[in-house]
């Protein structure tokens, strides 16, 4: 049936084994739980869920507008449906430090396997826009702090994620990040680096776990998952992806229906109903209980 089949505790364990590893995971962004799952059966490593696309799944751009409880909320409905972990977008900790502490305990008890902490002011801005706002940098080591005095699970994976490279320079996001570090953050994510070079100098510089942020029309060119675990990466995130894929085939469908009257010649790029089934799991729900999936499907749906 379409649920996890592991416990949080597992699946954070499973998340510092494979950062041990030396190897590169990679985390496509989830639109949905059932998104979610369509990450695991394709085989990727874990789950990022977007601030920027749970914020533009209820309509809002991405400013600091959702709130902790909004975020735990989608975040449980999607570690239902995965055994991968899944890594969340906590913005700001949603507030001053004390509202960090409690963001941290909302996600675990949400069955994320982490969560990442920005350095921004609220409102927030998406971190490839120009005219961010940071905190001073004790200010988010005070965050950094609540954050890991919060954490119950010591397996629960503390990312710091550092905007300054855009607002101070590379040098001074590096001196960031490692404050961070020294505060208790078990990994860092530096946003909008330019290029190759600033990414090495960041893996240089800094001794943990490392993500990297590949989302498009984004400050820097998109590496591919070769060039990052070459660099000597951890994670790559793909967070928007999915999301613009599927409003893209939304739009166009939509302008089909409207020109044609008919969706007949969309139906070759849409998912099968039997398809569909099958990623829902009706067969196990009927051995589960006979009276739920006691139907025969027609041919070619």
Avoid: W
């Avoid at 699946?11 to 998104?35: D, F, H, I, K, T």
């Avoid at 502490?101 to 609220?122: C, I, K, P, S």
């Avoid at 070079?197 to 590949?214: G, I």
């Avoid at 820097?220 to 992806?241: C, K, M």
């Amino acid at each position: 049936m379409l649920h996890t089949h592991t416990t949080a505790a597992a699946r954070r364990r499973g998340l510092r084994e494979q950062l041990a590893s030396g190897r590169l995971l990679r985390m496509p962004g989830a639109v949905n739980p059932y998104s979610a799952r369509l990450i695991q059966d394709a085989g990727f490593d874990g789950v990022y869920l977007s601030g920027a696309v749970l914020a533009a799944d209820l309509g809002l751009p991405d400013i600091g507008l959702t709130t902790s409880t909004e975020v735990a909320a989608r975040a449980q409905q999607v570690t239902r449906t995965t055994d991968l972990p899944a890594l969340v977008d906590a913005d700001t900790g949603f507030g001053e430090p004390l509202n960090a502490a409690r963001t941290v305990q909302l996600m675990e008890d949400a069955g994320l396997a982490g969560l990442h902490l920005e350095d921004q002011v609220n409102p927030k801005r998406c971190g490839h826009l120009d005219g961010k706002a940071l905190v001073p940098r004790e200010a988010m080591v005070r965050r950094v702090r609540a954050a890991v005095e919060a954490r119950r699970d010591d397996g629960f994976l503390l990312m710091a994620r550092t905007d300054a490279r855009a607002v101070e320079g590379l040098k001074a996001s590096i001196d960031r990040a490692k404050a961070y570090v020294d505060a208790g953050a078990d990994a860092v994510f530096p946003e909008a680096l330019a290029d190759e070079a600033e990414f090495e100098a960041f893996r240089t510089a800094v001794d943990v776990p490392l993500l990297a942020n590949m989302t498009e029309f984004g400050k820097g060119r998109l590496l591919s998952a070769r060039t990052l675990e070459d660099l000597g990466y951890n994670i790559v995130i793909y967070p928007v992806t999915l999301f613009r894929l599927a409003m893209g085939a939304i739009e166009d469908g939509l302008r089909t229906i409207a020109e044609e009257g008919t969706q007949e010649s969309l139906l070759p790029r849409m998912q099968t109903r039997s398809r569909l089934y099958e990623v829902l799991g009706y067969d196990a729900y009927s051995a589960f209980d006979g009276n739920v999936f006691d139907f025969t499907l027609p041919p070619g749906t």
